[in-house]
């Protein structure tokens, strides 16, 4: 077997995400374990560069995980154009992590330098400069994806195996509740848990551009093509402080309730807020009802019931309900050995890469989430429904 180094600039992962999930969970795990078996005959080795803005945290962060994979610390540079143009090694896959609006400027400069081309979610906080990064893109002939990681979850791989077996029969509808409590930063003892930008919409942020992107590409592997929506946001918390002890308005939603209708006449509802106290499994539980039986659903676990376990129940104010719903329904176990739902996608797009293998995660998908994410604020303006036309 030949084993082969790829080159990746990990470009804005000093955030939260880039750091715990792309760098230290995907490609420092991958690199702990040998490297990436992408076919019979070849093991990619992944060799990052950290690119950003902020030497210091760059340095930080190649020092702590170099030092914990490879024994030293990890190469660095603020200098994103040299990075893309060879000057520090060779790197054929660009990844970028960075804000939402800095996106498509660092999209251009890695396909003017013909790499493979991998980002988070979302591209865009529009759909028209959604599809012209993808067209600009496309138009080099490069490989390109985007983050969809939920679908790897072992939850919603779960629902996927009880789809295809038909436990659901015909489905009716599902809901999603995402959401927790995010502090605002006032208490000082109490931090906020995300970036001031989130809460700012002229920096990109709204849980609708933020979430919406996840709930596209959720529904439609899972459950079918959205045809239409209506949606209501809002701006729960009007101030909040941010990483340098300053106070600072919200001008962004930070909640969002949607129902998405299917073309099959499926309804989708979602609740999705960081606005809420969670008093249920996980950040995120999916519920699927159908003729035949239901899920809930949290990031991890399934619980299920069958329609001949189904109890009947009675509505009766004046007495303590007899039936504990709970007991009724039983843990979905599998064989599976379920890994991290972000270095899964890496290996898959490293693959891509490298073997040419299918691919579909693409700009172009990606785009899709934000053309949701836009309707979901069109239809709040304008407090109608919204039809979901193909892109």
């Not at 000093?14 to 078996?37: F, P, W």
């Not at 529904?219 to 600072?248: C, M, P, Q, W």
Request: charged fraction near 25%; include cysteine.
């Amino acid at each position: 077997m030949e084993t082969k180094r790829i080159g990746i600039i990990l470009n804005g992962v000093t955030g939260r995400m880039g750091t715990n999930q792309h760098l230290d969970r995907s490609i420092c795990a991958m690199i702990k374990e040998g490297g990436v078996k992408v076919s019979d005959d070849l093991t990619l080795i992944p060799d990052p560069i950290l690119t950003g803005r902020n030497e210091a945290k760059l340095a930080t962060i190649a020092n702590k995980y170099g030092e914990e994979t490879i024994g030293q610390p990890l190469k660095y540079t603020t200098d994103v154009q040299g990075a893309l143009n060879g000057d520090h090694g060779d790197y054929e896959v660009f990844f970028d992590s960075s804000g939402t609006l800095q996106r498509g400027k660092f999209i251009e400069m890695a396909a003017a330098a013909g790499k493979a081309i991998y980002c988070e979610k979302p591209t865009a906080t529009n759909v028209d400069e959604a599809l012209r990064i993808a067209d600009l893109v496309e138009s080099h002939g490069l490989k390109n994806g985007v983050v969809q990681d939920k679908l790897w979850l072992p939850a919603f791989r779960k629902i996927d195996k009880l789809k295809k077996n038909n436990f659901f029969g015909k489905i009716l509808s599902v809901r999603g509740e995402f959401g927790y409590w995010v502090f605002t930063g006032v208490d000082e003892d109490r931090p906020a848990q995300r970036p001031s930008w989130n809460y700012r919409k002229e920096d990109g942020g709204g849980i609708m551009i933020d979430m919406f992107c996840h709930w596209q590409y959720v529904i439609s592997n899972l459950f079918g093509s959205i045809d239409r929506l209506v949606a209501h946001g809002n701006t729960d918390i009007r101030e909040r402080r941010d990483e340098n002890k300053n106070l600072y308005p919200c001008s962004a939603d930070d909640s969002a309730y949607t129902i998405f209708v299917l073309e099959d006449g499926t309804v989708c509802q979602f609740n999705s807020s960081w606005c809420v106290r969670v008093r249920r499994d996980d950040l995120l539980t999916l519920e699927i009802n159908g003729t035949k039986g239901s899920a809930v659903a949290g990031l991890r676990e399934v619980y299920i019931q069958s329609d001949e376990n189904t109890p009947k129940p009675v509505w009766n104010p004046d007495v303590e309900q007899p039936i504990k719903f709970y007991e009724g329904w039983e843990k979905y176990e599998d064989e599976d050995d379920y890994d991290n739902a972000f270095k899964i996608q890496w290996h898959e797009f490293l693959s891509h890469v490298a073997t040419d293998s299918p691919w579909k995660y693409t700009l172009r998908e990606g785009a899709k989430g934000v053309q949701l994410a836009e309707l979901g604020m069109k239809s709040w303006e304008e407090q109608k429904w919204i039809n979901v036309n193909p892109l």
